[in-house]
């Protein structure tokens, strides 16, 4: 009989416990990222026809030439990207070369954004399909990745950029090999 | 009556604000592939993946241009002869096991299955013990 009384104290003091968490994790803010599990590892191949006629299209041997570079994914139809135009023009004035992929966009759109927002990117591949979106585990716009000359993705950051990123990400390039 | 013209007006004028984008969706988003079983086996998958826009979801439930671009990638990749299950670690592969709908037993999952058969033997220990000593005395 006293070891069922142990038994049944235990039982009691793990629902105590489990309970305890729950109260804990709903008191914590929550994480709604979805990480690239592809951070690491190489851009896998993609090819994307230009999606503005102001800069040529994007495929992953332009991001394996040897240089690093920022993958910015974005929209005109996004509106943190618009938020964070600022920072990747103040990215690209401290010689960061950006490079990015336009989701789901028309031409006429895009145009309108570089021409309202600037246009800090030295490519622009069109991805009607978000099958490149899909293809390097982004998951939403605006997102922004870190690529080594190698064409290796060694970091990636989600949701817009504020000022205060700025530093890290140029830190993550300079990390890169620039 | 003269408020309520201007009201109308005002209605008709409102423009939705442009949170998405106005593309056509991708071919096999809204679209059935044309071989019954492959499009069986690609409905099946899909609603065991995850929609990352509304993460609650299924790709099969939303209506979010990206889940309709995750179901195209789903259909086309069928179609062209993978099996299901090379498709879904295709997706694990790039967002992880959290895409997934349906768990695997791995160094962090182990507890799920792990929990369900502590409390069953600990249930049928109690039970046993219990019931089983009253069953001696009588």
């Given at each position: 009989m006293k070891t069922l009384r142990i038994l049944l104290w235990g039982a009691v003091l793990i629902a105590c416990g489990l309970f305890g968490l729950f109260g804990y994790q709903l008191t914590q803010p929550r994480d709604e990222f979805v990480q690239s599990a592809l951070v690491g590892q190489e851009i896998p191949p993609f090819d994307l026809p230009p999606a503005t006629e102001a800069r040529p299209g994007l495929s992953s041997a332009d991001l394996a030439d040897g240089s690093p570079k920022l993958l910015n994914v974005f929209a005109s139809w996004c509106v943190p990207c618009a938020a964070e135009a600022p920072q990747l023009e103040a990215l690209e004035r401290s010689g960061a070369q950006i490079v990015a992929v336009a989701i789901r966009d028309r031409p006429e759109d895009v145009d309108r954004f570089l021409e309202l927002y600037g246009n800090p990117f030295t490519r622009i591949g069109k991805d009607d399909i978000s099958e490149v979106q899909l293809a390097i585990g982004s998951s939403g716009v605006p997102e922004t990745f870190v690529i080594a000359g190698d064409g290796t993705i060694t970091y990636q950051h989600i949701g817009d950029i504020r000022p205060e990123h700025v530093p890290q990400l140029l830190e993550e390039l300079r990390k890169a090999g620039a | 009556m003269r408020l309520f013209w201007t009201a109308l007006l005002i209605t008709l004028c409102a423009m939705p604000v442009a949170a998405q984008d106005t593309l056509p969706p991708a071919p096999y988003a809204y679209q059935q592939l044309e071989d019954p079983a492959q499009e069986e086996s690609a409905r099946v998958l899909m609603e065991t993946l995850r929609c990352l826009k509304c993460q609650s979801q299924s790709i099969a439930d939303s209506d979010a241009p990206m889940a309709g671009d995750m179901r195209h990638q789903v259909r086309s990749r069928i179609q062209a002869g993978e099996s299901p299950d090379q498709v879904r670690d295709w997706l694990v592969e790039r967002?992880?096991?959290?895409?997934?709908?349906d768990p695997k037993v791995s160094a962090t999952t182990w507890p799920l299955f792990a929990v369900p058969v502590i409390l069953l033997l600990f249930g049928g220990l109690m039970f046993w013990r219990r019931v089983g000593r009253k069953g001696d005395k009588v």
């Open positions: - | 967002y992880g096991d959290y895409v997934s709908y």
